[in-house]
Every structure is written in C-alpha cells, then in structure tokens.
C-alpha cells in the first residue's frame, strides 16, 4: 500500500504526519483495500517525492519479488537469463533488473504480454501457447520463474551444464515438486534448482534507489476506485494483467 500518515504511536520515531509512506504491511496483517490502515513502522518506507502514489502501491511486494529473484540467482553482466512469467507484476520488476545488472534477458508470457516485455526491456520474448522453451533446444544459464507449471525435468533440460534454476510461484504441484526434487538434483549434479521465499520489503531501499536513477518503473495495467475492488480482483483471477494494477483513493 501507499498512502500518508494521519497518525503515529508514541513509541514511533521513523515518521510523523503527513509523511508520505509504502510498504507491503503482511508483517502487521492483511488490509490494505482501505481509506485507513495501521502499520508497523518497520514495514514502511518513505515515498520519494517524484514516485507517484499509483507507482508506490504497485512496488513493494511485486518489486521485492522481481529484486530478490535476481540478486538469489546472482545475475551478472552476460548471463543469459530466462523468466518466467515475465508480463506480470513481479515479472516486469524482474526484467528491468536483470537487465540493469547486464544480463541478456528471455521473457516468458501469453501473447498478451509480449508487448509488454519487450517495453520493459527484454532480448527476446516467448508466448508460452505457441512455444515451448522448455523444448526449443535453448539453454539458459539462470531460470527465474514466477509461474511455475513445467515438471521439474522440463525446467532442468532447459539450464545449461551449470545452470540454477530458481522458483517464486506457480501451482500447488509443481512447488512441493521442486521442494522434494530440487535438492536431490542440486546435490548429485552440477545444476542447482531450488525455490526462494519472499521477505516483506527486504530490498525496498534499493528499488526506491533503481526508481530514482531510471533503472525501474513499475508497469501498472489498469486502475480501479475502491469500490470497484471485486472486480480488480476478477480482472487479475483472469492472468490476463500486464505488469501491476492498483485500487485507488
């Protein structure tokens, strides 16, 4: 969520009202379809003055995602990296970084959003109903996935001989898929495959960093009034959005 402080605790001495703020506010429990919410102030940051409040709601979560990916696969100047579900909200953050770190960057998607990751700076982009990359004969150093639904073998004939293959969503399956198999296969070959968890706003300084030097903009797809809540949330059940979308005030 983003928004300004109306109010603090007495024990609170990172901001006072009037403070713009963002953050992802799992950490204090679920509720930010709101006019008024209350937050600890460890899951907030400051707003810098040039992000939108639009853009600060779209980043947290999403962003920290894309950036925790990333840095988990240790992306580098020439590696060539796959992702996954790339059109998303997590996915487009994920592009934009991978590329800032100098990486040649495979973008993975329906053909809705093919559009979309090639805007945000991918190399070379996939529709998923038409190819298979996991079958194309391609090899990728590092495969980021935020919609996991290849079996683990699939992901694993797509690394190259060192390759890491690193999850962040998908279907119920394929995950505990990954949690049994990865490490099996980490340990008796030289490819590794495991599956990271998010932290809330671990890495929001540096996104808010990439943000002010033009390195990363969250990409929103639609707005909707908070009365319209219901069917924000039907438009993004359908995986039809493009990159993030947010409720408003």
């Not at 040649?104 to 070379?124: F, P, Q, W, Y």
Request: charged content about 20%; some cysteine; overall charge neutral.
């Amino acid at each position: 969520m983003a928004g300004r402080v109306e109010a603090v605790g007495k024990d609170v001495t990172k901001f006072q009202p009037g403070d713009d703020v963002f953050g992802d506010i799992s950490g204090s429990g679920w509720g930010g379809f709101a006019e008024y919410v209350c937050a600890r102030e460890d899951t907030l940051t400051a707003k810098p003055a040039g992000m939108s409040f639009d853009e600060a709601a779209a980043m947290p979560q999403a962003g920290v995602l894309g950036l925790s990916g990333v840095r988990a696969l240790g992306v580098q100047a020439g590696h060539n990296v796959l992702i996954n579900g790339a059109g998303g909200g997590a996915g487009t953050f994920a592009v934009q970084i991978a590329k800032h770190f100098g990486a040649e960057v495979t973008g993975v998607d329906s053909g809705i959003k093919l559009e979309v990751m090639r805007s945000v700076g991918a190399d070379h982009v996939i529709d998923y109903t038409q190819e298979d990359f996991t079958k194309n004969g391609q090899r990728y150093d590092l495969i980021l996935d935020m919609a996991a639904h290849h079996s683990t073998f699939d992901y694993k004939r797509a690394l190259a001989p060192e390759g890491r293959y690193l999850m962040e969503g998908g279907a119920t399956g394929r995950i505990f898929q990954t949690l049994l198999l990865g490490p099996l296969i980490s340990i008796f070959g030289r490819k590794k495959m495991s599956i990271l968890m998010l932290r809330p706003n671990r890495g929001l300084d540096l996104l808010v960093e990439l943000y002010e030097a033009g390195a990363v903009k969250p990409v929103i797809d639609r707005r909707f009034p908070l009365n319209e809540g219901a069917d924000a949330l039907r438009y993004f059940g359908a995986q039809q959005t493009r990159g993030k979308i947010v409720i408003t005030m």
